[in-house]
């Protein structure tokens, strides 16, 4: 301790000495005065009876005494005074194992807890907050899930894709309520209660997914830059892995980060530093065509065709894009466009011409930099015309590595001038409008998300049009059907809004971020970070989820299970030292055996000014431990057997305090998510020499939080102890772990920094004392790793003002709390310690005072103790000899405590899904044979019974329910309702660059119609020969054809117009740059276009059939034209009889939409 320490006890004591003895009656207060100079102390309370002795075999237990005491009145009748085990061997810890199998021990419950942050977390066998969900893939643990997190999902009407760290998957819809595969079938841990899926090969990780309906392929881009597809409806063997269909090279350096299909079949990707390729549909297409034999000349022939656009939007080595990665590509279908998304740009394509249209930021200001070639940069060709933008091979493929560089640093400075400019609070409100989401909605307005939680809606030609801010947290996804847009967002909320952006409801669909929606199959499926899934109805929330959710409550007793487990937990301020083995076995070795989870809570491990100072710099920068506590960590996985019967799971240390966590392995199935936190108390709320560290992880799918402390000291601190725990319960944040390398080369950089700074420090320190030093140090040390701090502007916390230990079934506080007795001399504590009067003594707690007064700990319990004072010995001295008798002759105190919530309300609160964690204290006791520091360890098990939910089971109730239960199929015959629709014509003949109009009639007079043009067949028109149609990738149109708009809404009672027009002009490159032709094709074209209608919230689709004919005139062709551009680019017309060979694959698919077309 440290000499401030002794001086604070010393005055404290000498204040006690002439103090008035106490009253009779005894009230609930904090026994804190105030003398005139502001200095605290406390009354001395001295009550003369005569000291009862009892020993073991007296001792009683009355089960009244088991929860709450009146404040007002003593607990002698009610609590046994215990002898303390002053040397613990093998006997006593027998007796000690016998009685806690019989027996547990009455608790002291402290007032104020059921309300407000401190309050039991409410659950229910079904969650009544939220719309009944379909569990498809139960949240498996992170530990699991250990290089195959799933990053993406796609949906098709009969499958739902995924995405993962080492390849793909998918659930066939109609398998979704079966069990699970089990621990012992072919699934791995994490998947055990999952729906039945099944695996692809292993890939390197998938960036994102596409579904092409038309060529029946899921089209997934990869980490190594590949794109790769998989056939869609596949029969697979349940212990085969199944295998890619076609795959190529898109980006030799850099991953493929998003992909879409254009409104033309072409596929676009997009990747790191801002490039955008083109896949033409025709090299495609032909590529499919070939025999699995010949795979590699078919990836060949689709490399070869791709076109990059960032190339040709980039004049003398100005690139008129962003250099930011392509987070995301959407195909506007309304108006034939490509959208591709950067973090805080822009930037507009045209679908057919692959031309750049725009580039504006997240504000919806143009920042079009594209510069016009100069006259000297223009050359003649042979006959005479200008040759603009004539590029080198190297310039075509993004200049050399010094211009990429020099590119690359100047985005850097601009990256430097706007901090400068703006200064670092605008730079971060900069890089809260990131966008995180994009999307377009069916009446062609685009929408976005950004890392604010604002969301943006646009025309279609970028132009930004209104705000809407629903909630606080990141924008992560979204995902329509009809009228509705679903949103999702970082903190597991899922919103609905309307296409006018009202909001109609939102609730918490997942304990972590959303980070994918997809629609399929009547569903809505939603992708957690942590790789759960869950199917919500799509007119959720309805009267359908209203009759769900209590019919599945009812059959709570067919899914509930209950477990049981140990749990114990220790405490010691170490003082700086290093014990011996038999002492840790003493402490925890000793009662290691029936115990299935294992706390460990350690104080000063290490101080010291310097130590401190730079443990608050590592903190600030991602980097925590030091050798001491990894010695402590490694010292007692040694006493207790780590590696044969226990598992380290993880430990998180600040500065002197440290807390670890070991589980038994035949437990370690069921435990995992481990999280770690921090708070630091000391000096400022900057130091670590006191505050509070913690761990949070999920047993039996419950979380369970323990927070080793250590509060403010001295005797009349009282206040400054319940401010330091309020602190670490309302900030303390649980994370993964900080250590990482990028913390580390932070570390390095910060130790440089502030190595010059050391030798004035030193002088201050010699100049000014230890105060000084320490507040220029701990300045210096917040300011220099300020600048060194990520910034992260993307809020997690569903409710800003809600603590994650609210939200914790369990909640366990372990640590060196520092209250102390008052109203006791030094003398009267040694006698009743001597004479084993505990109960008197606990009068005397200024802990249990406070948590009578509901001033902390609120609503939490702890065992009565029935052990000697902890605090405060003489290092080396065995027995009741060893408190402190030196001149200071601190008054003995309960420093070290372990205190607990759990999630009952009331003491006779049974085990439940509704109660689900239920704990008791089968041990409390101190090691008083531990004679290493002035602390005595403490340790407490409990015995904690859990309910928690069978996945599986579940699961397969609800899909009982859900297609047995007549009120439902009710509701569901209702869906499926399809609006009466009429088209105005079934045939088209367009001439050469002739414009027809198609109108599509909403005859119904109370639902939307929401349509959609698809192109379902094409073909070239051959005299004596039958039609050979085929189809483009996501039934895209053919290049000759425009329509427009697409998709749309029709309102009861009106008529869309559809917009047919021929232009079968197509851009060609030569050396000179690109010129653009009309067609040399002269055979007349047909086409099949399916108008697809479903309602605004049916499950069923409708289709009608428009059959557009092009007739070939010659006179009417146009000569060839010249226009000089550098924005666009396109790959050369592919002839149409390679397409031949597939008419019969291709007819079966049409045989199959055709029996649901209704003409």
Same mark, same amino acid.
């Given at each position: ?964 239960? +007549?009120?439902? *199929?009710?509701?569901?015959?209702? =869906?499926?309702? #399809?609006?009466?629709? @009429?088209? $105005? %014509? ?93 067609? +040399?094709?002269? *055979?007349?074209?047909?086409?099949? =276009?399916?108008? #697809?209608?479903?309602? @605004?919230? $049916? %499950? ?60």
């Amino acid at each position: 301790m440290s000499k401030a320490l002794d001086e604070a006890d010393a005055n404290a004591l000498s204040a006690l000495a002439t103090a008035p003895p106490p009253s009779g009656n005894r009230k609930s207060h904090s026994y804190q005065l105030r003398t005139n100079t502001g200095t605290h102390f406390f009354k001395r309370h001295v009550k003369h009876h005569h000291h009862r002795k009892h020993s073991l075999d007296d001792a009683t237990m009355n089960a009244s005494a088991f929860y709450n005491y009146p404040e007002d009145e003593d607990d002698d009748h009610q609590n046994q005074n215990f002898p303390y085990n002053n040397n613990i061997n093998n006997n006593n810890s027998n007796h000690s194992n016998s009685f806690q199998e019989n027996h547990q021990m009455p608790e002291f419950s402290g007032t104020s807890g059921g309300s407000g942050f401190f309050k039991a977390p409410s659950r229910s066998a079904v969650h009544p907050g939220r719309p009944t969900a379909l569990e498809l893939r139960p949240h498996p643990l992170r530990e699991t899930q250990v290089g195959r997190f799933i990053r993406t999902i796609g949906c098709t009407e009969t499958q739902l894709w995924a995405g993962q760290e080492s390849g793909v998957r998918f659930w066939n819809i109609a398998d979704v309520y079966e069990p699970g595969l089990g621990i012992g079938g072919r699934a791995r841990r994490g998947d055990e209660d999952a729906a039945p899926f099944y695996e692809s090969v292993n890939t390197p990780p998938t960036m994102c997914l596409m579904v092409d309906m038309g060529c029946k392929l899921v089209w997934s881009g990869h980490k190594d830059g590949k794109v790769r597809s998989w056939k869609m409806d596949q029969q697979i063997n349940d212990d085969v892995s199944f295998k890619e269909s076609l795959s190529f090279l898109a980006y030799h350096r850099g991953s493929v980060l998003a992909m879409v299909t254009s409104s033309y079949g072409d596929i676009w990707t997009g990747s790191e530093n801002g490039v955008i390729k083109v896949w033409p549909w025709e090299s495609v297409e032909k590529s499919l065509l070939l025999s699995p034999e010949e795979r590699h000349m078919a990836a060949l022939l689709v490399e070869r065709s791709g076109i990059d656009l960032k190339s040709q939007a980039t004049v003398n080595g100005v690139c008129s894009i962003s250099s930011s990665d392509v987070k995301y590509l959407l195909s506007d279908n309304v108006k034939s466009k490509i959208w591709a998304a950067g973090s805080l740009s822009f930037s507009l394509w045209d679908a057919r011409t692959r031309e750049l249209l725009k580039v504006y930021n997240v504000d919806g200001q143009i920042e079009n930099r594209v510069d016009a070639p100069s006259e000297k940069d223009q050359t003649l060709d042979e006959d005479g015309s200008v040759k603009a933008g004539s590029k080198s091979r190297k310039e075509k493929q993004g200049g050399s590595f010094l211009q990429r560089s020099r590119n690359a640093l100047i985005g850097a400075a601009d990256a430097v001038r706007r901090v400068a400019t703006k200064g670092t609070n605008a730079f971060a409100a900069e890089e809260a409008k990131k966008t995180e989401a994009l999307l377009l909605a069916h009446d062609g307005m685009i929408w976005t998300g950004s890392s604010n939680g604002v969301l943006v809606q646009w025309d279609h030609n970028g132009t930004r049009l209104r705000d809407f801010h629903h909630h606080h947290c990141a924008v992560l996804c979204f995902c329509t059907y009809g009228p509705r847009i679903w949103v999702g967002y970082v903190s597991g909320m899922v919103q609905v809004i309307d296409l006018e952006g009202n909001l109609i409801a939102g609730w918490m669909a997942h304990n972590g971020p959303v980070i994918k929606m997809v629609v399929g199959s009547g569903s809505v499926f939603s992708l957690a970070t942590h790789g759960g899934i869950r199917g919500w109805y799509i007119s959720s929330p309805g009267p359908l989820d209203n009759i769900l959710r209590p019919e599945l409550a009812k059959r709570e007793d067919m899914y509930n299970t209950l477990e049981t487990i140990k749990l114990m937990v220790g405490t010691w301020n170490v003082g700086q030292g290093k014990p011996c083995q038999e002492a840790l076995i003493s402490w925890v070795g000793s009662q290691a055996s029936d115990v299935d989870i294992l706390v460990v809570g350690l104080q000063e491990v290490e101080m010291g000014a310097g130590f401190l100072a730079m443990s608050a710099a590592k903190e600030t920068i991602g980097v925590e431990g030091s050798s001491n506590g990894q010695w402590w960590q490694d010292a007692i996985g040694k006493a207790m057997g780590e590696g044969s019967s226990f598992e380290r799971v993880g430990s998180r240390q600040l500065a002197g305090l440290l807390i670890a966590i070991w589980v038994r392995k035949s437990l370690r199935t069921h435990v995992g998510d481990l999280d770690v936190a921090a708070v630091a108390c000391g000096l400022g709320r900057t130091f670590g020499n006191k505050g509070g560290v913690g761990l949070r992880l999920r047993v039996y799918d419950r979380i369970m939080c323990f927070v080793n402390c250590h509060l403010a000291a001295h005797l009349e601190a009282v206040n400054r102890r319940n401010a330091d725990f309020d602190h670490i319960y309302k900030n303390i944040t649980f994370g993964r772990s900080i250590n990482n390398a990028s913390g580390m080369a932070r570390y390095l950089f910060l130790c440089c920094s502030l190595a010059f700074s050391t030798y004035l420090f030193w002088v201050l320190y010699y100049s000014f004392g230890l105060l000084w030093f320490l507040l220029v140090l701990s300045a210096s040390v917040s300011s220099t790793a300020q600048m060194l701090r990520p910034t992260n502007s993307v809020a997690i916390n569903p409710d800003e003002g809600k603590p994650d230990l609210a939200e914790a079934d369990m909640v366990i506080f372990c640590g060196d709390f520092n209250y102390r007795l008052f109203g006791i001399t030094y003398d009267e504590a040694r006698d009743f310690v001597s004479q084993r009067s505990f109960d008197w003594l606990r009068e005397r707690d200024q802990l249990r005072e406070e948590m009578k007064a509901g001033k902390v700990f609120q609503g939490m319990r702890e065992a009565i103790i029935r052990f000697p004072p902890t605090y405060k010995f003489e290092r080396g001295k065995p027995g009741l000899g060893g408190y402190d008798s030196g001149e200071k002759k601190r008054i003995p105190a309960w420093c070290d405590r372990i205190i607990y919530r759990d999630n009952r309300s009331s003491p006779t609160s049974e085990c439940s899904l509704a109660c689900p964690v239920v704990a008791s204290v089968w041990q409390y006791e101190a090691c008083m044979d531990v004679i290493e520091s002035d602390h005595k360890p403490v340790r407490c098990k409990f015995k904690v019974q859990i309910s928690h939910v069978d996945r599986s089971i579940r699961r397969q109730e609800f899909g009982k329910i859900f297609m047995s239960n +007549e009120k439902i *199929r009710s509701i569901r015959e209702e =869906l499926r309702c #399809v609006p009466d629709t @009429s088209l $105005s %014509t079934n045939k088209i003949v367009l001439q050469n660059q002739e414009t027809r109009s198609l109108s599509i009639t909403n005859t119904s007079n109370k639902e939307d119609a929401i349509f959609q043009i698809l192109c379902e067949g094409l073909s070239a028109i051959k005299d004596g020969e039958e039609p050979e149609y085929r189809n483009r990738s996501c039934f895209g149109f053919p290049r000759w054809l425009e329509v427009a708009p697409a998709i749309g809404i029709i309102k009861p009672g009106t008529t869309a117009e559809i917009s047919i027009h021929h232009d079968d002009t197509h851009a060609t490159e030569d050396d000179g740059g690109q010129k653009y032709w009309h067609g +040399e094709d002269t *055979r007349d074209k047909l086409v099949i =276009l399916s108008v #697809v209608i479903r309602g @605004s919230k $049916s %499950t069923e689709t409708r289709s009608h059939q428009c059959h557009i004919r092009h007739c070939y005139s010659p006179k009417e062709q146009q000569p060839v034209v010249h226009e000089p551009s550098t924005k666009g680019h396109s790959s050369k017309k592919h002839q149409s009889s390679h397409h031949r060979s597939s008419s019969k694959h291709n007819d079966k698919f049409d045989n199959h939409h055709r029996s649901r077309h209704e003409h």
